[in-house]
Nanobody, 127 residues
Framework: QVQLVESGGGLVQAGGSLRLSCAAS???????MGWFRQAPGKERDFLAV????????YYADSVKGRFTISEDAAKNRVYLQMNSLKAEDTAVYYC?????????????????????WGQGTQVTVSS
C-alpha cells in the first residue's frame, strides 16, 4: 500500500505561481507518480506523470510549458511547479501513483491507470 499526501495549494492571483508537493509513504515503491486536477462539475483531468526509473515525463497539452513535474527521490516526493496560473486552473489537484512504470502506451491519461490517490489540495486562482 501507498499513502499520498499533497500540500502546497492555496489562493494565488492570475499570473502567479505555486508549487505542489506530494509525499509518498508505504511499503510499495511507486514506479510512476503524477498529477491530476478536478474542477467543480468536471471530470478529473490528467496533467503530468513521471516514470521514476527512466525519468520519462508526459504532460497534458493544456499545461505543457507552464507546469513542470519533478521529484526528490531521497525524500520520496514529487512536485508540480505551476507558473503563469490562470483562473481556469482553479481546481482540486490530486497526486496519483502507480506501482508499475508508465510508458507511452500505458494510457497514462486515464484515472484507471493509477493505483493510489491522495486526498487532494485546493488551488484557487483569482482573476
Amino acid at each position: 500500500q501507498v499513502q499520498l499526501v499533497e500540500s502546497g495549494g492555496g489562493l494565488v492571483q492570475a499570473g502567479g505561481s505555486l508549487r505542489l508537493s506530494c509525499a509518498a509513504s508505504g511499503r510499495t515503491f511507486s514506479a510512476s507518480m503524477g498529477w491530476f486536477r478536478q474542477a467543480p462539475g468536471k471530470e478529473r483531468d490528467f496533467l503530468a506523470v513521471m516514470n521514476r526509473s527512466s525519468g520519462t515525463i508526459y504532460y497534458a497539452d493544456s499545461v505543457k510549458g507552464r507546469f513542470t513535474i519533478s521529484e526528490d527521490a531521497a525524500k520520496n516526493r514529487v512536485y508540480l511547479q505551476m507558473n503563469s496560473l490562470k483562473a481556469e486552473d482553479t481546481a482540486v489537484y490530486y497526486c496519483a501513483a502507480r506501482a508499475r512504470p508508465i510508458f507511452a502506451y500505458s494510457n497514462y491519461g486515464r484515472r484507471e491507470a493509477y493505483d493510489y490517490w491522495g486526498q487532494g489540495t485546493q488551488v484557487t486562482v483569482s482573476s
